[in-house]
């Protein structure tokens, strides 16, 4: 008898079929990712193993290949990537911290600037309508712009398309422009300092993980798995409850799945949609690069601060991606994950507010406009 398509209660054959299936397609998406990033590590390039998954899964999804990284498994390999970015604070950081008031005060101001050239951008050059248009190019977290950006009206796939160029773009350019620039020289990640047993120093930062990530979901923090744990993290290692952090296989596992996840998110799209993505998010990319720049330029003086620190704060790249910057080129990491942290949460509470002021008042409501064409 055939069975009933519409029955809510799969039968436990093809629940474990579809388990298989998709249990295959992320076993084969960290092979690919951990490929590129092998091969990244040989050729010794700037942050191998997450560029070099990103790069390797990207061409992988525009050749078709079926590559997908499950949610779950993302989270839990940024909650890794918190905890570890959480090691680079230290209580000698709080004797440097005074300048930061300044450069965060100014992080508001530069993004209101990104987020209007975005808008312009994709509006006027390229024709997305206002909602898609102003959530593709607010500076903030992909996930945050993709669920409020949708809620607001706009297309989910575009929004989600631009973010994702717009960082895989600044990822690309960052690490290898200053390899090519200046006498960086890849470094590999921090460990721990630690000589003897650190299970319980192992332990603590466990606990610590979760329960950071707890308090981010319970007081809405964005992006809680990274932002939880770091923060407990920091706290511990401030306080010198432990000087430990994650092993380094998978720290650098962490890196894979992080970049293997960008790279996955072009699977099913059409090249010429991605091309006409990838050809916008570029022009805003560079023109908030540009922005990035000059507020660098003019804070540096001001502050004190190096320029490099400052310019990879005001990045607009990921909160995970540009923090993995910032402890590949030995940067202060503490300061550039910070300065992100603040930018994704002040566009988070702010971007809604301001497209509620913005958008014209006598016109009716317009049900979500479909996907952008290509």
């Not at 509006?123 to 206002?130: A, K, M, N, T």
């Not at 660098?296 to 310019?311: D, I, Y």
Request: charged fraction near 10%; proline fraction near 8%.
């Amino acid at each position: 008898m055939p069975t009933d398509k519409s029955d809510p209660h799969p039968a436990p054959h093809s629940t474990n079929v579809v388990f298989r299936r998709e249990l295959a397609r992320f076993l084969g998406t960290t092979i690919i990712g951990t490929a590129g990033g092998a091969l990244f590590a040989f050729f010794n390039l700037p942050l191998a193993w997450m560029l070099g998954a990103m790069v390797a899964c990207s061409a992988a999804a525009l050749l078709k290949v079926p590559v997908k990284i499950d949610s779950r498994v993302r989270a839990l390999m940024l909650i890794v990537l918190g905890t570890m970015l959480g090691s680079a604070f230290s209580p000698e950081i709080l004797e440097r911290a005074d300048n930061w008031p300044l450069s965060l005060g100014a992080l508001l101001l530069y993004a209101i600037a990104a987020g209007a050239l975005g808008l312009i951008v994709y509006r006027r050059v390229f024709g997305y309508p206002v909602p898609t248009a102003y959530f593709s190019g607010a500076p903030g977290g992909f996930n945050e712009m993709v669920m409020i950006g949708t809620a607001m009206g706009g297309d989910e796939r575009t929004i989600s398309l631009s973010h994702a160029a717009r960082v895989f773009i600044v990822v690309m350019i960052i690490p290898f422009w200053f390899r090519f620039t200046s006498d960086y020289q890849p470094v590999a990640p921090i460990v721990a300092a630690h000589t003897g047993p650190q299970s319980i120093d192992f332990a603590l930062l466990a606990v610590g993980a979760v329960i950071g990530l707890l308090l981010a979901r319970l007081l809405r923090i964005p992006a809680p798995h990274l932002t939880g744990p770091m923060l407990t993290s920091a706290a511990m290692h401030l306080l010198g409850w432990t000087a430990a952090t994650p092993p380094f296989t998978l720290i650098a596992l962490s890196q894979i799945i992080v970049g293997a996840a960008i790279g996955a998110r072009f699977t099913g799209i059409t090249l010429a949609t991605i091309a006409r993505a990838v050809r916008a998010s570029a022009i805003v990319s560079g023109l908030m690069m540009m922005l990035s720049v000059g507020f660098a330029s003019v804070l540096g003086p001001v502050t004190g601060l190096a320029f490099t620190p400052l310019l990879l704060a005001f990045a607009p790249g990921g909160l995970a991606e540009m923090s993995l910057v910032a402890l590949a080129l030995s940067v202060d990491t503490a300061f550039v994950a910070t300065h992100h942290i603040a930018r994704i949460t002040m566009i988070v509470v702010l971007a809604p507010l301001i497209f509620r002021l913005l958008r014209p008042r006598n016109r009716p409501p317009q049900p979500p406009p479909g996907p952008a064409s290509s």
